[in-house]
């Protein structure tokens, strides 16, 4: 299976979130609780330096109608400890109900700068 393709920009110290919606090929709603795990990791680069690292209830949530939304949550504590000028790499995985595993999300993570200086 060939991942979707997403990438954000990301501001250093910022909360971060965005909902991804799953339908099957005739648009149908995919109910997420179906599937025993959804993981998540941002690296330097393909087989680089892990540096944050999401799964369901820690940073993935699924909800939405028909529970075939998941909300990726990337705190401003962790967004703060994200090298600016980087361009990061990440994928995202989903096991169904019978141990497949496969990609469904993946791209690049640009870090920007933030301006103000927040206490």
Known sequence: MRPGLYSPTIYQ????????TFADSSSHPIDLTTYT??????REKA?????LTYSLDS?????????ATLI????????AT????????????LTDASGN????LAG????????????
Do not use: K, Q
């Open 59 to 67: 940073g993935l949530t699924v909800g939405g109608s028909g529970n």
């Open 37 to 42: 795990a959804a993981e998540a990791e941002i």
């Open 13 to 20: 110290g910022e909360d971060w979130s965005r909902s991804f």
């Open 82 to 93: 994200l090298a600016t000028g980087h361009t990061l790499r990440y994928d995202l995985w």
């Open 47 to 51: 087989g680089g330096d892990l540096l």
């Open 101 to 104: 595993r496969n990609p469904y």
């Open 108 to 119: 690049s993570i640009t870090v920007a700068s933030r301006i103000t200086e927040i206490a």
């Open 72 to 79: 990726w949550v990337i705190g401003h504590a962790d967004t």
